[in-house]
């Protein structure tokens, strides 16, 4: 085998995923068929779960220097500004990273890049996967290299992280249903001042479409991303200045337009993977699902899917753990996707219908409807969970399993609760977070003493800890709404995995062996 896994296309999300194997030690090699790195900025939103991956990939810090923190959204309709969610209170005690860091695909993928160098992997550019075909227990694929000649590679996987139009999807022969949608989008990189709020999101809805400003580094810098305008829909070559009568009117007279360093137009579908796997490839990012850019989730999305797979396939990969946990990877993701693209796919045609009643909808209704919710700040809460990917869950799948679970704690599915707690009785406050790398399993053990029988290892892969009784730590977990005594086994990648009252070494050996498919077993 010439590898264990092919990593097909060097953008977002392969990035990750190829940073995922290498710092877990897994031999990999990734190929793009462009010359280097893109440029463009597209996507600029980075969520807080994405932040919370990259602060375990030592990249956090990096992005955070280069980035812009946007603390709060407003939302404006016929020159007023009808709502504001403060996303710095509404997420202060879910994430360390209460905001959306508005930091440009390029710097991400460039940070992302400079990890992945330093830890001793290169991206081989001009290499483009021409052909593909299954064995029983590999995969040969066929690459067209930079001189233009042809060779074989075989892999053991092959994670498909090719985009929109990826051969690795149409070579696995999985099918791509959904539909383009006819409105055209703009982005435009701007200094400009006007009615927005300073190092906030806002949005204009209006009668005819809306449009976003996300604040950039530099100061009165702005992405603006809106809809031409139906006139324009059928223009070739349309320009910056093609847009600023309708961005005028909507967003204020007061808005004055100084520079324009970026604009583009592209179409977007709607489109979801029937499958995220086939045999031995996968599907991943843009490649396995595409939708509205509304929300900021589209990066974001395929860097949670990278980081799902990675610990998987890097147990696989290792023998550590058998091939059916990769089973789980689809399980868990594609459920994801087709409920972000059915949300995404609602709010862009309640933002871009054409219909009269459509645009009293976006500019009344709905202006003064989010208004009202977004007074509350449990709606706020959840605005932001949903925003944020903070509050992706994973219940239903069969790798989580809720023993006794009391109440409303967290449970199986759930991403562990960002908590603050004392690990030994007297010792210092951590965050846990921060604290605990995601290379192994971590079992947390709270209100009862450490477990008499001595726990699985699993080849070190299991840290146990038992949590002091303490009344710092009790009033962290009581905020948590985490009852006691409780256990919690939580996942490399921060999901809980198996969790309940009374802890079994019994229970927690089954789970490993049966669940997570461990192949060392009980102790
Ligand atoms: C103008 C624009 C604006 C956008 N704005 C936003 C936004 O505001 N928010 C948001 O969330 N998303 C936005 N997006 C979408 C976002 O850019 C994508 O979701 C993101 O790029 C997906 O990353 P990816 O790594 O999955 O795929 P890609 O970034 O498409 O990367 C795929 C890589 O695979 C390579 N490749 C393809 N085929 C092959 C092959 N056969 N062999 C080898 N290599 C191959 C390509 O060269 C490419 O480098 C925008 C997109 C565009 C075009």
Not at 354 to 370: E, F, H, M, P, Q
Not at 414 to 431: E, H, I, N, T
Not at 435 to 447: E, I
Request: aromatic share 8%; charged share 20%.
């Amino acid at each position: 085998m010439d590898t264990e896994v092919l990593i097909v296309g060097a953008g977002p999300t392969g990035l990750m995923l190829a940073n995922q194997l290498a710092r877990r030690g897994v031999p990999a090699h990734i190929i793009d068929r462009h010359s280097g790195p893109s440029l463009q900025t597209r996507a600029l939103g980075v969520q807080a779960r994405t932040l919370e991956i990259y602060s375990k990939l030592g990249i956090v810090d990096r992005a955070l220097e280069l980035g812009k923190r946007a603390t709060g959204a407003n939302l404006w309709a016929e020159g007023r500004k009808t709502a504001h969610v403060p996303l710095g209170e509404a997420g202060r005690s879910a994430t360390p990273y209460p905001y959306i860091l508005i930091l440009g695909q390029d710097d991400n993928e460039r940070i992302m890049g400079d990890r992945l160098r330093a830890s001793g992997t290169t991206v081989q550019w001009n290499t483009e996967l021409v052909d593909l075909a299954q064995q029983a227990d590999h995969a040969t694929a066929t690459l067209k290299l930079p001189d233009g000649t042809s060779r074989t590679i075989t892999a053991a996987w092959v994670a498909g992280c090719d985009g929109a139009h990826s051969a690795v999807r149409e070579l696995s022969a999985i099918t791509f249903p959904g539909a383009p949608y006819e409105h055209v989008f703009y982005v435009a990189d701007t200094e400009v001042t006007g009615t927005m709020v300073a190092d906030e999101v806002n949005v204009y809805l209006w009668q005819a479409g809306f449009h976003l400003f996300f604040p950039m580094r530099g100061k009165d810098h702005w992405r603006i991303v809106g809809i031409l305008p139906a006139g324009l829909r059928d223009t070739r070559d349309v320009k910056f200045e093609d847009v600023i009568p309708s961005l005028r009117s909507e967003a204020g007279a007061a808005l004055s337009i100084k520079s324009c360093s970026w604009f583009s137009t592209y179409r977007i579908a709607h489109r979801a993977a029937s499958r995220f796997r086939a045999g031995r490839c996968f599907v991943l990012g843009d490649a396995a699902h595409i939708h509205s850019p509304v929300g900021a989730q589209g990066m974001n999305t395929g860097l949670q899917d990278a980081y799902n797979l990675g610990w998987k396939l890097a147990l696989v990969g290792k023998g550590q753990a058998g091939v059916a946990l990769l089973d789980s990877y689809e399980q868990e993701r594609l459920p994801i996707a087709q409920r972000l693209l059915d949300t995404t796919d609602r709010a862009f045609r309640v933002v871009v219908s054409d219909s009269a009643l459509a645009g009293v909808l976006r500019s009344k209704v709905i202006a003064r409807i989010a208004a009202f919710l977004m007074s509350f700040e449990k709606i706020q809460r959840f605005a932001f969970r949903t925003v944020s990917q903070t509050g992706i869950h994973y219940r239903s799948s069969r790798l989580s399993q809720s023993l006794d679970v009391k109440g409303n704690s967290p449970r199986a599915g759930d991403r562990f609760p960002w908590l603050q707690l004392k690990l030994s009785a007297g010792g210092p406050v951590d965050d846990l977070y921060r604290k605990l790398d995601d290379a192994g399993l971590d079992l947390f053990v709270f209100g009862q003493p450490s477990p008499r029988e001595a726990m699985p290892d699993e080849g070190g892969l299991l840290r146990i800890h038992v949590v002091p009784a303490d009344a710092a730590n009790d009033a962290e977990l009581a905020r948590a709404k985490i009852s006691q005594p409780s256990f919690y086994l939580v996942r490399p990648d921060g999901y809980i995995g198996l969790c309940g009252a009374g802890i079994h070494r019994e229970a927690i050996a089954r789970y490993l062996s049966e669940r997570l498919h461990l192949k060392n077993g009980p102790a």
